[in-house]
Each structure stands twice: as structure tokens, then as C-alpha cells.
């Protein structure tokens, strides 16, 4: 875990964005949402720093992006 600043920012939207997502898989019963929620809210506290952070969750957004649009994860 990064206890820079950047770090501690970063960490916090990444975070942020997980749970917004959490909530919509939660209450649209979508696994695929709920899954990538849930990654993104826990992966922060793993990852040593902010670029590190950022390349995993455009990973995990991208993933579930390209899964959503060909059908693989819907």
C-alpha cells in the first residue's frame, strides 16, 4: 500500500468507483458489475504504487467493458 499522497488519492476514487459499481451489480442483480466492484475496492490496498494502481483498474474497466460489449460476461 502506497501513504503518499497521490497514493492515498488515488487509492480512494479507484475505491469510489468500485463501490458506485458494487451498488449498481448489487441492486440490478448483475454478477459481472458486482465482481469488478468488488475488485476494485479491494485491489488498492495490494498494489505498492500509483501507476501500478491505475494500469490494474483500467485493466479490470476495460475487461469488463469488452466482456459486456461482446456478450462474454452478460
Do not use: E, H, N
Request: charged share 5%; net charge positive.
Amino acid at each position: 500500500m502506497d501513504l503518499s499522497l497521490s497514493g492515498i488519492v488515488t487509492s480512494f476514487l479507484v475505491s469510489s468507483i468500485g463501490y458506485v459499481l458494487f451498488q449498481y451489480g448489487r441492486k440490478c442483480a448483475r454478477m459481472p458489475q458486482l465482481v469488478s466492484g468488488l475488485a476494485l475496492m479491494v485491489f488498492p490496498v495490494f498494489v505498492p504504487g500509483v501507476a501500478w494502481m491505475l494500469v490494474t483498474s483500467a485493466a479490470i474497466l476495460a475487461f469488463l467493458w469488452v466482456g459486456l460489449r461482446t456478450g462474454f460476461l452478460s
